[in-house]
């Protein structure tokens, strides 16, 4: 696959889920960027979940992008959860300062 998907969706417990299918390059980190201000800033859950399970790799300002939602929902008391990264997508996310608690164990 070619660049990535990004959706949004209200899950049935009030959860705002932003889901990446695909790699996050460049242009797909714009547009994880938009989706998660627009999940954090609009839509005011008291819970985001970033899912990336069906992502590749993701570039290390698609890093930044995930872990600079972390700390803007941090500050809005928002609980995030980054759901099922891929090994090495974790590892990145932990290094860049993702909190652990973003991250639950497998």
């Known amino acids: 696959m070619v660049g990535a998907l990004v959706r949004t969706r209200v899950a049935s417990n009030g959860s705002m889920v932003v889901q990446v299918r695909g790699h996050v390059g460049e242009a797909a980190t714009a547009q994880l960027r938009r989706a998660l201000l627009h999940a954090l800033l609009r839509v005011r859950s008291h819970r985001l979940v970033v899912d990336l399970r069906d992502a590749g790799w ?6 930044g992008a995930v ?14 959860v980054v759901h099922r990264p891929k090994h090495g997508v974790a590892r990145r996310l932990r290094a860049a300062g993702l909190p652990g608690s973003a991250l639950p164990r497998r």
């Open 58 to 63: 993701v570039d290390p300002l698609g890093v």
């Open 67 to 80: 872990v600079a939602g972390c700390d803007v929902a941090s500050d809005r008391s928002v609980s995030v």
